[in-house]
């Protein structure tokens, strides 16, 4: 037999690719086995690092995100589709129910005797301009709530993450890598998009530029949401220190309470205290729902903040970018099935567009913690 040999250089560099191509075809497989090996790894590990009741604090803290925020919205929107006036009564409610984190506070300091954070100049003077602008917060979100449908202003009020990731960069000079331009760039054709299709959800009783300046106050309100995490995330790096819970819920305290003094003093001056019993006989439903709706709006408000608070402690701003992503589809859904808002195509394509852009930031935080973690380990 004739042994066949090929010379040609040409000729074995081709087959060589071809076996080297051949042999490593197996390995992507391997590769993707060995990855999901590493994320149940990972994830074992990461649940075995922490007690049972850390898990069970953290399942609780996201249920209140994702059941507490949505139903203050849909009860603020109810407030004014029954026959609710006052701007000022529905950002006063939103800071009424600071003793909840108050009560939840003093049993650290009984059961485990722990003091107080001690206050200085520099610390009540955050303190005072966090809660004024708490309180201007939620005096913008009001007028939105007045004006636009509660799935409307949950799509607009999403910009806040967005806002979140831009002043976190220019004040705590948090990483701003790729990620998340772009999904600051997706939130904001979202919002566009609700913009030209604003014919189509807006009350009948609504008059054009009161659904506009509902609009313009909506995304205002977004845009300091965004300054007040920022300058938060700034206090408590620089100012308190992330020790231990407490001292979160002794800053959270401090502000809606500074926020509840504001309010009260624009109650005051606007004399919607003496308003609230004549509207009350007026309201659709009668007193008791009146009363019912301001209260649970309270609470279910101070839930959502003491899971959020809990959540950036315990997990991560970007388990609470999560749940603040889970939570704005269901707000707009319980919207439309409870409260009979419009749900458009475009409307629909707007809650598309930010989901993305949420899972595009989640993404985006997670590689720069992953790459922070890495350059520090080595």
Same mark, same amino acid.
């Given at each position: ?17 071809? +076996? ?18 590493? !994320? ?25 995100? @994702? ?21 000022? $009564? ?14 939840? =506070?003093? /049993?650290?300091? $009984?059961?485990?005797?722990?003091? /107080?954070?001690? @206050?200085?100049?520099? =610390? ?5 301009? @966090? ?49 998340? !331009?772009?999904?600051?760039?997706? $939130? ?31 995304? +205002? ?13 700034? @206090? ?12 979160? =819920? ?14 009260? &003093? ?45 959540? =950036?402690? &315990? ?7 999560? &749940?603040?992503? !889970?939570?704005?589809? $269901? ?11 419009? +749900?458009?195509?475009?409307?629909? &394509? ?29």
């Amino acid at each position: 037999m004739t042994s066949f040999k090929d010379d040609n250089p040409e000729s074995n560099l081709s087959v060589r690719l071809l +076996m080297e191509e051949t042999t490593e075809r197996p390995s992507v497989s391997f590769s993707y086995s060995q990855w999901m090996s590493n !994320v149940k790894k990972s994830t074992q590990e990461a649940y075995e690092s922490k007690p049972i009741s850390h898990w069970i604090l953290l399942l609780l803290s996201g249920a209140a995100m @994702l059941i507490a925020f949505p139903a203050s919205s849909l009860l603020s929107r109810l407030y004014f589709s029954n026959g609710g006036k006052s701007k000022w $009564i529905i950002s006063w409610v939103a800071v009424a129910g600071w003793p909840i984190t108050c009560l939840i =506070l003093l /049993p650290t300091y $009984i059961f485990q005797k722990i003091k /107080p954070t001690p @206050l200085n100049a520099k =610390l009540v003077l955050s303190y005072v301009v @966090l809660g004024f602008l708490s309180a201007a917060d939620n005096l913008m979100y009001a007028y939105a709530y007045a004006y636009l449908p509660a799935s409307t202003s949950s799509l607009l009020a999403s910009s806040s993450l967005a806002f979140s990731a831009l002043f976190g960069y220019l004040i705590v000079k948090n990483p701003l890598n790729a990620s998340v !331009v772009n999904s600051i760039v997706i $939130i904001t054709g979202a919002m566009a998009i609700i913009a030209l299709d604003s014919s189509s959800d807006r009350y009948s009783y609504i008059t054009n530029s009161q659904y506009f300046a509902g609009f313009f106050w909506d995304i +205002m309100g977004s845009a300091l949401h965004g300054l007040i995490f920022a300058l938060s995330e700034l @206090l408590f790096v620089k100012l308190l220190g992330r020790r231990s819970f407490h001292v979160a =819920l002794e800053q959270q305290v401090m502000v809606s309470l500074i926020a509840f003094a504001f309010t009260t &003093l624009g109650m005051v001056v606007s004399n919607d205290f003496q308003g609230m019993s004549h509207e009350a006989k007026s309201f659709k439903g009668g007193e008791s729902l009146y009363t019912q709706v301001l209260v649970w709006s309270a609470v279910t408000f101070q839930l959502g903040v003491l899971g959020a608070t809990a959540v =950036l402690f &315990l997990a991560s701003t970007v388990m609470a970018g999560v &749940l603040n992503a !889970v939570r704005v589809p $269901i707000t707009s859904i319980a919207a439309v099935i409870l409260m009979h808002d419009p +749900m458009s195509g475009f409307k629909i &394509l707007s809650l598309i567009l930010t989901f993305w852009g949420f899972s595009s930031y989640i993404y985006g935080s997670s590689s720069s913690n992953s790459s922070t973690q890495a350059s520090s380990s080595s």
